[in-house]
């Protein structure tokens, strides 16, 4: 059967260059290292709410996305009070069964 106006997977994998934060629903549970594949448990990003992607162009300014962050964009997180922003989310993936299973939470 096909959803073709809503997703309902919860969790998704948002690659950038150095980093892969892991997402369930807005929240985020993981944040990975490409080079040494480890988790990176003091991440400021942990327990953050993803508010939106930011798309930088090339004369400095910036297009806001309130909604799921696209490639191209980077990841806007509210994180405990403060804000963070990612590198250029390059690819947007499904975790596997095994990898949500070691999530917190």
Sequence with gaps: MSYPDHD???H???????TEYHVRRRTCVGVRDLRSGRWLAGHLALASDMSGGLRFNREGG????????????????????????????????????????????
Excluded: M
Aim: no cysteine.
């Design 12 to 18: 998704k994998v948002f690659v950038t260059r150095n």
């Design 62 to 105: 910036i297009s806001p996305n309130e909604g799921v962050p696209a490639v191209g964009e980077s990841i806007f997180f509210l994180a405990s009070g403060r804000d963070l922003v990612t590198s250029p989310v390059v690819r947007v993936e499904r975790p596997g069964r095994d990898i949500v299973q070691t999530y917190a939470g």
């Design 8 to 10: 309902r997977r919860i």
